[in-house]
């Protein structure tokens, strides 16, 4: 199949799920459109059994679709514009501590955590995997998806304190975790990278990618104010967002922090001066319909990953633990940071275990694990990342606003 006929079958797939969910069934819709394509893959493998032609077809097809290279190179820059651009910088300010050290600390206690379970759980199950790899498995899985996040935390109404804590912590820690990610990529790739050149990577890739960010954001900020022609200047943000995010891999720094930062700048600047009314409304509603629509498309491709995901029985057990590993992990990644800021930050009740069970695992972590090679124990820690990703999409962001509902309105803190 070609690039024109493979777009063509992901939207119009997207779209009848989006109006089957929408018309009967009534869950928030990417949730919809991902349970959806679920359940039409199992439904796939199942008549796969009676006519393989059909199974094979549909295999082929997904196969055809290289899910690392379309989030990570296309379609995050898009999605971590579109949900910056409407963040509140006022409020996040008020709200940066708890979002910097949730996004750093926190993202780098649960890497670290999640690598040294999981690598004696596979120990327990006579799997032997070094430790290292165990490592990238928690740097891929440790960080909250921005795009599950957004899109489910619209509908969950918890308080908008917590929820930009949340929302916050997403954005930034995505970018973190893939530049965690990277760094302990090379040092699984070269064996010996010191740990003064992690931390030069790190700081080469977060650093420069928040600069860079800046620097865009300014840049698209003057553009903006200097001309009032709604079409133009929504061309000049799809500059920026595609320019952007292609200049920063090719200066080797973050271009997930270099979207967040540039998409804050730019919708706050013209939020408080230089842009009319009727531009406003106009970009505002332009990026409202590019996340949704590719908010729908990716959890569309999240569903249908099911069918090339090769299962092992072993690994399938390892997977049901980890996603109780995973969980542990984010308690003990956000219970320390609140800890430590009690004092200076003031907190809602049972914040603590609301931002474990608001963590939610998206497209990134599948993307990141895809993007692992064969000999990176890429099969094993796939098929482990999708039950997590399932679980977390589906029981978490389905219940995440009765739960909050429920323990905000306890009188017990936890």
Request: proline share 2%; glycine share 8%; net charge neutral.
């Amino acid at each position: 199949m070609n690039v024109y006929e493979i777009l063509t079958t992901i939207i119009v797939l997207a779209t009848v799920f989006a109006y089957i969910n929408q018309r009967w069934i009534k869950l928030p819709t990417t949730i919809g459109i991902m349970a959806l394509s679920l359940l039409s893959s199992m439904v796939l493998v199942i008549l796969g059994e009676i006519n393989a032609t059909l199974s094979d077809k549909a295999i082929a097809f997904v196969g055809a679709i290289d899910f690392q290279d379309v989030l990570m190179n296309f379609m995050l820059s898009f999605l971590l514009f579109a949900g910056a651009i409407h963040i509140d910088a006022k409020k996040l300010n008020k709200e940066r501590w708890p979002v910097i050290v949730l996004a750093t600390l926190g993202t780098l206690l649960s890497t670290f955590i999640i690598g040294i379970i999981t690598w004696y759980i596979f120990d327990l199950f006579h799997t032997s995997i070094p430790f290292i790899y165990c490592l990238l498995f928690g740097a891929l899985i440790s960080p909250t998806d921005p795009i599950a996040v957004l899109g489910i935390l619209k509908e969950a109404k918890i308080p908008s304190t917590l929820e930009l804590k949340i929302s916050g912590e997403s954005l930034f820690n995505d970018g973190v975790g893939v530049v965690i990610f990277i760094s302990i990529a090379e040092v699984a790739r070269s064996g010996n990278f010191s740990a003064m050149d992690v931390g030069k990577l790190f700081m080469q890739e977060a650093a420069g990618g928040l600069l860079f960010g800046f620097l865009l954001g300014y840049i698209g900020y003057l553009a903006l104010r200097s001309i009032d022609d709604y079409k133009v200047e929504v061309l000049i943000t799809l500059a920026i967002v595609m320019g952007g995010y292609f200049i920063a891999g090719y200066l080797h720094v973050s271009g997930p922090l270099a979207m967040v930062v540039a998409g804050i700048m730019i919708g706050n600047k013209l939020n408080e001066e230089g842009m009319s009314a009727q531009t406003r409304d106009y970009l505002g509603k332009f990026w409202e319909l590019i996340d949704e629509i590719l908010n729908a498309v990716l959890f569309l491709l999240i569903g249908f990953e099911m069918l090339i995901i090769k299962i092992s029985s072993t690994v399938l057990l390892i997977g049901l633990i980890a996603i109780g590993i995973v969980l542990l992990a984010r308690w003990i990644s956000v219970f320390i940071p609140v800890y430590l800021l009690r004092f200076k930050i003031k907190f809602e009740k049972n914040a603590i275990a609301i931002l474990t069970w608001g963590g939610l695992r998206g497209g990134i972590s599948v993307a990141l694990a895809l993007s692992l090679g064969k000999h990176m124990y890429r099969d094993e820690f796939v098929l482990i990342t999708y039950i997590i990703v399932i679980f977390s999409i589906l029981v978490q962001g389905l219940t995440i606003g009765k739960v909050s509902k429920k323990l905000i309105n306890n009188k017990r803190l936890v």
